[in-house]
């Protein structure tokens, strides 16, 4: 093992590997190696100049047992920034520590004496770099030790039920509903991003962790130390970028279903809430108001004079967002100029498909800068210069027909390499242009990677099932991608697929949902209602008006009673107006999500790293979800200090966990009072 210093970083050089340790920023290290004798040059999320720090790069000789009683002396590095350090040994291996107490270390179990474990015999090494036959690129597999105490969140998005998740396997590849960026908050006190787009997996396991890269050219990762998870996070968007300042005309209610399918439709909606009194922010135009997917414009036929309507909208205060999808049918008049440029996925064998919803289909490579050009300047003339105010970039993971992701190759490399970028780079297709104007973008979209929070994406969690299950699930979801940085996020109220409309367990289900939804960074309506007895505007088999619809999906569409509850709530989340206000402002000044975990405001509560089915709203409400069917009071754990129970007023101290009512007219809330 050599060492060098280089500018501050730390250099390793072993057994064709180089390793370099660098300061990035306060209290935090990026950690690089390769076996192809140089870096790449990519940031990947690291996208933000690190602030420059004072470090200090140095070597030690230290004793080294070599067995039968001898010692030898050995040269090992250490590496430090503020509260963090690394030491590397003579072999390799690092090791992290914080205020000088170890908190992660790799992984080793060869037979040299480093380390006095049982296993040595095993030949496990710390970094296994494997070629990729015919290729430039390897498989890249990291290990860590595991420490049964510690806890972990973030990471995303994933529909398995877990809040902490130590102990869980997660794929790194994005699907529908499935989210992974790959940050993790520990409850050692240190975050670390694997700043890596490639598909692989990660393993939280009692035994090890272990991150698997299936195909890169380098190792690339961020460790950050703070007292606070608050801190973590402050740390990591200062490297990664933050949210921008949420517009405050959008902090109200979004409409949707699944499918406006007409302008009279829209029109009627909107003019409906009008009559009503409900102010409705933002009304979303769904698929296939197009021709043919592809096509991106709007179906003649049944929108024949789309910028009246925006017009109409806009004079009463709503904005438009119309639903964009990445598939290219062939049938679409951009399919062939696209596919002849070289703009769409290539497949690696087989027919040249990517997607088959509906049309035999290839999707976009947002990866290729002439493709966003060419999206853009479509989506351009065809929404934007109507007055379009935003757009829902739906299946953006891509939703691939298949997820054989080995299969797939775009302009900057195989899928498997780079897959899990493609939402971001898909976002900025229409970021990078609609910032141009020097107005908030707010785009909505269903997947996300590090560092998409700087891009104007509201994240939404997918075509997830209408149960009380799922909606438990979406709690601890949008938990997590606030520990990874996202902080707007959402969900379908109600779920997105749902039977019967009529059936009385799912309009419960709805209401807990927007109770809960209301609570939460945005507030919007969608859902794929059933029953499936409205007929198609006509028999054509392209075109706007031949898919089905749903039910309707207004705040009256579900009885008087639900009706009269949903605009209470209504009433709620716009006379938080101010709160929520303030609540974007310390997303886009320190990373904050809106909705918290326990833990994130109350760190030194051990109870609060335990608790998944209640939150914080900011640093105000703790909100107490009502997760069953049929439930209508539940326990709720109050921290140290007194809270004020917003549907009484009665005043309780914390400490200790108390019951409440929950009529389904209430979701249990409490304000914080000291």
């Given at each position: 093992?050599?060492?060098?210093?280089?500018?501050?970083?730390?250099?390793?050089?072993?057994?064709?590997?180089?390793?370099?340790?660098?300061?990035?920023?306060?209290?935090?290290?990026?950690?690089?190696?390769?076996?192809?004798?140089?870096?790449?040059?990519?940031?990947?999320?690291?996208?933000?100049?690190?602030?420059?720090?004072?470090?200090?790069?140095?070597?030690?000789?230290?004793?080294?047992?070599?067995?039968?009683?001898?010692?030898?002396?050995?040269?090992?590095?250490?590496?430090?920034?503020?509260?963090?350090?690394?030491?590397?040994?003579?072999?390799?291996?690092?090791?992290?520590?914080?205020?000088?107490?170890l908190i992660l270390r790799e992984y080793f179990r060869m037979y040299d004496g480093t380390l006095s474990k049982s296993s040595r015999c095993l030949k496990v090494i710390n970094r296994e770099w494997k070629g990729i036959f015919g290729g430039t690129e390897y498989s890249l597999n990291v290990k860590f030790e595991s420490n049964p105490t510690e806890k972990i969140f973030g990471m995303g998005q994933y529909q398995d039920g877990c809040l902490d998740l130590k102990g869980c396997g997660l794929e790194l590849a994005q699907r529908n509903s499935q989210i992974s960026v790959p940050f993790a908050v520990s409850s050692l006190g240190y975050g670390f991003l694997w700043n890596d787009p490639a598909v692989g997996r990660v393993t939280f396991g009692k035994n090890y962790t272990e991150w698997i890269a299936r195909s890169t050219r380098e190792m690339d990762y961020y460790i950050t130390v703070a007292d606070t998870p608050k801190g973590i996070i402050e740390n990591y968007t200062a490297a990664t970028g933050r949210a921008d300042m949420f517009p405050e005309d959008l902090m109200g209610l979004w409409q949707c279903k699944l499918r406006y399918r007409t302008q009279d439709e829209v029109l009627s909606v909107a003019r409906k809430y009008k009559e009503e009194g409900i102010k409705i922010d933002q009304i979303v135009i769904d698929f296939f108001h197009w021709t043919v997917q592809g096509d991106w414009k709007f179906d003649k036929k049944y929108w024949p004079d789309p910028k009246a309507m925006v017009d109409e909208l806009h004079s009463m205060g709503i904005k438009v967002i119309v639903s964009v999808w990445p598939s290219v049918d062939r049938k679409s008049e951009n399919f062939y100029p696209m596919m002849e440029k070289g703009l769409l996925i290539r497949t690696e064998r087989g027919a040249q498909q990517t997607y088959d919803y509906q049309g035999d289909c290839v999707e976009i490579d947002p990866f290729n800068p002439e493709t966003r050009k060419y999206v853009w300047e479509v989506c351009k003339k065809n929404y934007y210069d109507l007055g379009i105010d935003a757009f829902w970039l739906d299946n953006s993971e891509p939703d691939y027909g298949v997820y054989d992701f080995e299969n797939y190759r775009y302009a900057a490399g195989p899928a498997l390499e780079v897959s899990n970028m493609y939402p971001q780079m898909y976002s900025r297709v229409f970021y990078d242009e609609m910032k141009k104007d020097g107005k908030p973008v707010v785009n909505l979209l269903r997947c996300a990677w590090a560092g998409s929070q700087k891009y104007g994406n509201v994240v939404w969690s997918g075509d997830v099932p209408s149960t009380f299950e799922a909606l438990a699930d979406q709690l601890k979801c949008g938990l997590n991608m606030g520990l990874a940085g996202i902080p707007w996020w959402t969900t379908d109220v109600g779920g997105f697929m749902t039977d019967d409309v009529n059936d009385p367990n799912f309009r419960q289900l709805l209401i807990r949902w927007y109770q809960f939804a209301v609570y939460s960074a945005v507030l919007r309506m969608h859902g794929d209602r059933g029953p499936y007895n409205i007929p198609p505007l006509d028999d054509r088999d392209w075109g706007g008006?031949?898919?089905?619809?749903?039910?309707?999906?207004?705040?009256?569409?579900?009885?008087?009673?639900?009706?009269?509850?949903m605009k209470h709530y209504y009433d709620i989340r716009i006379g938080m107006h101010d709160y929520i206000k303030k609540l974007?402002?310390?997303?886009?000044?320190?990373?904050?999500?809106?909705?918290?975990?326990?833990?994130?405001?109350?760190?030194?509560?051990?109870?609060?790293?335990?608790?998944?089915?209640?939150?914080?709203?900011?640093?105000?409400?703790?909100?107490?979800?009502?997760?069953?069917?049929?439930?209508?009071?539940?326990?709720?754990?109050?921290?140290?200090?007194?809270?004020?129970?917003?549907?009484?007023?009665?005043?309780?101290?914390?400490?200790?966990?108390?019951?409440?009512?929950?009529?389904?007219?209430?979701?249990?809330?409490?304000?914080?009072?000291?």
């Open positions: 093992m050599r060492f060098e210093k280089d500018n501050g970083a730390l250099v390793c050089y072993n057994n064709g590997e180089m390793l370099r340790i660098e300061a990035w920023g306060k209290d935090s290290f990026r950690v690089r190696s390769t076996m192809l004798g140089k870096f790449t040059g990519n940031d990947w999320a690291l996208t933000e100049a690190p602030v420059k720090t004072e470090t200090e790069v140095k070597t030690e000789i230290i004793d080294h047992w070599v067995g039968n009683g001898d010692i030898d002396k050995r040269e090992i590095a250490v590496i430090t920034n503020g509260k963090i350090k690394a030491v590397v040994n003579f072999v390799g291996i690092i090791s992290f520590y914080k205020d000088e107490k008006g031949y898919l089905h619809t749903g039910q309707p999906n207004e705040l009256w569409s579900y009885g008087e009673e639900n009706y009269k509850i974007y402002e310390q997303a886009h000044t320190d990373g904050s999500p809106l909705i918290r975990t326990m833990f994130y405001e109350f760190p030194d509560d051990p109870k609060c790293w335990e608790l998944e089915d209640q939150y914080m709203f900011g640093d105000k409400y703790l909100a107490a979800p009502i997760l069953r069917l049929d439930q209508f009071e539940r326990e709720v754990y109050l921290p140290a200090g007194k809270w004020a129970l917003t549907s009484t007023g009665e005043i309780y101290e914390g400490g200790r966990t108390v019951k409440v009512d929950a009529p389904i007219e209430y979701m249990p809330v409490f304000e914080r009072k000291q």
